[in-house]
């Protein structure tokens, strides 16, 4: 029977599921809702309170999926040796949550100077007052364009951890589960025969 490594692939999932999910809503409904306020200030006043408060359940989102990975890793290793196409799979999607790090670390950065602006007010969290000076509009436009790149990293990586978990099963977990379905149906036609 296989090990069972509930506790690292629970830290795993979990992590990155809240690092997609509150990327995600960040970018949909603070970032949005922030756009409404009235005041032009009060709009990055908000948006930068909000992902400031998100920020300690992030580096823990992050942290969990970080050490139920490296858990993974060490509990699998002998199964990306042997099984084809374990190993490639692995590396791409730690190139992934690579890049989803990095997008997640570079929008920190870009924050921190949105919010060294903010008394200059905008039209939104990321869209810039044509007013506004220089610094901060390239980094609310990057901003623009980050907030949708971590889901998307983060999403292509939770799909990737399914990719794993069917690979896992292999054409033997298949045959097994399709060989029991077979032996459960022919128990029960034996049964109703006799």
Sequence with gaps: MAERNT?????????????FGGSLMGATGLNGAASDADD???????STSGWARWL????????????????????????LKRQSGALPLTITKLAVTGL??????????LGAQVKAHQDQGAEGPTEAD??????????QRRLRALQWITPALTGT???LAAAHGEQQRGPAGLMEYAAQGLRSRAHRTVAKVG
Excluded: F, K, N
């Design 7 to 19: 506790l690292v692939r629970s830290l795993h999932d979990l992590g990155l599921a809240a690092w």
């Design 40 to 46: 032009p200030t009060e709009r990055l006043r908000l």
């Design 56 to 79: 300690p359940w992030q580096i823990a989102a992050i942290g969990a999926h970080t050490i139920g990975g490296v858990g993974l890793l060490i509990t699998s290793r002998t199964r």
């Design 100 to 109: 989803a790090a990095g997008s997640t670390a570079w929008s920190g950065y």
């Design 130 to 139: 044509a007013t506004a000076d220089a610094e901060l509009q390239a980094a």
């Design 157 to 159: 990586a939770i799909a």
